[in-house]
């Protein structure tokens, strides 16, 4: 596998750039000494690299910099909440957006239910009372599995949308 960071010459060693920013160059130490000002590795400008004596050049397989062009134009802004629910072209999902609040309802409202068919169990008898209890438990366990199913469901076929539209829309481009 060719190493995706460009490689550094000194006189001593072969040494790349780091993967890891806490052990820089791989746990390579520089000799001690005054090994700057001797032709070897310049110490590169804290925050990025310095830009070549000549500039940039433009990269074979890579989009040209500058002003927007195609690969700028298919990046859409997605609309807030309020315009993609009363959007009447539907080409924005409002279910991505809400999936998570409603999960947290649904989780609510059936803790809710299940504590007050134990109240009102145990009002009844003690033993109907344990009975929803543990037994409202497992039932409450297996909805919220069940809606979690569903709502994943639902995602799933959106982000499958989503993304049929983008290759459709690259295919057209090319």
Do not use: C
């Not at 890579?62 to 927007?68: I, R, V």
């Amino acid at each position: 596998m060719v190493h995706p960071l460009p490689m550094v010459l000194t006189e001593r060693n072969i040494v790349t750039q780091p993967e890891n920013p806490q052990q820089p160059y791989g746990g390579y130490q520089p000799p001690a000494g005054d090994w700057q000002n001797q032709g070897g590795y310049q110490q590169q400008p804290v925050g990025g690299f310095q830009q070549p004596a000549g500039g940039y050049q433009q990269q074979p397989g890579y989009p040209p910099a500058g002003p927007p062009n195609e690969y700028a134009q298919a990046l859409k802004v997605d609309p807030g909440f309020m315009k993609t629910l009363f959007s009447p072209n539907f080409s924005y999902f409002v279910t991505p957006k809400i999936v998570s609040a409603l999960y947290v309802v649904l989780m609510v409202v059936l803790g809710l239910s299940w504590l007050i068919m134990v109240i009102a169990s145990f009002i009844n008898n003690a033993a109907v009372g344990f009975g929803a209890l543990i037994l409202g438990a497992v039932y409450v366990f297996l909805m919220l599995i069940l809606v979690r199913i569903s709502l994943e469901f639902y995602v799933a076929a959106i982000r499958t949308a989503e993304n049929t539209t983008k290759l459709v829309e690259k295919a057209e481009g090319n």
